[in-house]
């Protein structure tokens, strides 16, 4: 049974990421986007951005740059953050979700106390595969499968944003998905299908839009807040009847394990 419902997952995931996720889905969706929501004067604005060194976290940080205000890199906290981006990518050698709840807890005392903060996580629309799965959240038991932890570590995130917008209401938070770009990560962790779909793929910069959007947009923050966004559209977290759900129990031992992680690193 788990087999084919995995069958089922990446067989609808994938068609889906045809029609939304490639270059064309991006052309797609930017015909109903407001040209007006990016122009925006950000001086006196802080920004944090994770992995601003390349792909889409370079492509973020060069357009809010261009709007008047240098960032932030990772390992530099503004004394008033106004927002932080995080940002993990297939091949990256840290554990993708507990980095994401180690830095997002460590900085939300100091968003707090600022105007208008804001916090996005980018995830991935391969999360829509993965069910969260508490009982191995090390990836210990069985074959490790570098794709799948990718995915299941993004859906843990899209929980834990769920979970943080519930518990911190002074704070927007928000998970995107960037879509199917051509970055150095997807180049190098995933060569076979960088080869097979290049001609198709998401430039950085529109990889990074809604990433963008949701941090200088002022339409941004009148949507609820946790939500998952492709190309600036809250969308769902599942697929239709694909049995990825979890419990709120499931979804605490999860934010209650990463916190039992996390205190090993605090001083």
Known sequence: MKLKMSIYRNAVWFMKGLQEYTKGGYEAAAKHFVAADLEVNLSGRDFMI????????????????KRERPCSPAGHVQPQAGVGVCAAFPGEPQPACPGTYILTTALIPALKKSQDPRVITVSSGGMLVQKLNVDDLQFEKGTFDGTMAYAQNKRQQVILTERWAGQHKEIHFSSMHPGWADTPAVRSAMPDFHQKMKNRLRTEAQGADTVLWLAVAASAVKNPSGLFYQDRKAVSTHLPLAATRSTPAEEERLQSALEQLAQRFKP
């Open 50 to 65: 994770t992995g601003a060194n390349s792909g889409i976290g370079k492509a973020t940080a060069f357009e809010i740059a």
